[in-house]
T-cell receptor, first 117, second 112 residues
Framework: DAGVIQSPRHEVTEMGQEVTLRCKLI?????LFWYRQTMMRGLELLIY????????DSGMPEDRFSAKMPNASFSTLKIQPSEPRDSAVYFC???????????????FGSGTRLTVV | AQSVTQLGSHVSVSEGALVLLRCNYS??????LFWYVQYPNQGLQLLLK??????LVKGINGFEAEFKKSETSFHLTKPSAHMSDAAEYFC??????????FGTGTRLQVFP
């Protein structure tokens, strides 16, 4: 099992540009979570999906952020336009939810370090 | 609503000393509890989890945690610290939704 795969590992972009972060879930997992980690705010949940459906997007900072799950194994997080304050490490995590809540825990990807200059 | 509090954002120990990282939770329903470890420039890795079986849970790398309902605690311990244990540790609580609530993390430093 290759685990949760995120790409790119590092992204440096100029303010105003569109950024797309990608995440491939573990095969068989049906829940997907996007987190942002910064020194100031720690680990923040942005959005999560269950069976490709967005369940809670209350953590998405503003309309510049959008996330999709076009299929059961893949997700994107897009920032358009990007701003310097978006600089952070973005993680995705997947889980197997079988109506038992969070008992299985999450498997995290290695993250994408985004720098907006 | 659920929440988790990690006491101490930084903990320093000498190599070979006891490691104790504190976590207290709040939950109106029986919780699931987790400890994750994050090494520099890596994602979070599951150390151990409590899901209502044995209250003393053993994890990887010699870590263990004890669920104490009366104290609403789930502290992480290791009898003897190793230099390779230096990392950030996160406690998390979940229940009957899919969402885990993470603490703010505790950075463990190990001195020779």
């Amino acid at each position: 099992d290759a685990g949760v795969i995120q790409s790119p590992r590092h992204e440096v972009t100029e303010m105003g540009q569109e950024v797309t972060l990608r995440c491939k879930l573990i095969s068989g997992h049906n829940s997907l979570f996007w987190y942002r980690q910064t020194m100031m705010r720690g680990l923040e949940l942005l959005i999560y999906f269950n069976n490709n459906v967005p369940i809670d997007d209350s953590g998405m900072p503003e309309d510049r952020f959008s996330a999709k799950m076009p299929n059961a194994s893949f997700s994107t997080l897009k920032i358009q336009p990007s701003e310097p304050r978006d600089s952070a490490v973005y993680f995705c995590a997947s889980s197997l939810a079988l109506g038992q809540g969070a008992g299985y825990g999450y498997t995290f990807g290695s993250g994408t370090r985004l720098t907006v200059v | 609503a659920q929440s988790v509090t990690q006491l101490g954002s930084h903990v320093s120990v000498s190599e070979g000393a006891l490691v104790l990282l504190r976590c207290n939770y709040s939950s109106s329903v029986p919780p699931y509890l987790f400890w994750y470890v994050q090494y520099p420039n890596q994602g979070l890795q599951l150390l151990l989890k409590y899901t209502s079986a044995a209250t003393l849970v053993k994890g990887i790398n010699g870590f263990e945690a004890e669920f104490k309902k009366s104290e609403t605690s789930f502290h992480l311990t290791k009898p003897s610290a190793h230099m390779s244990d230096a990392a950030e540790y996160f406690c998390a609580v979940g229940s009957n939704t899919d969402k885990l609530i993470f603490g703010t993390g505790t950075r463990l430093q190990v001195f020779p």
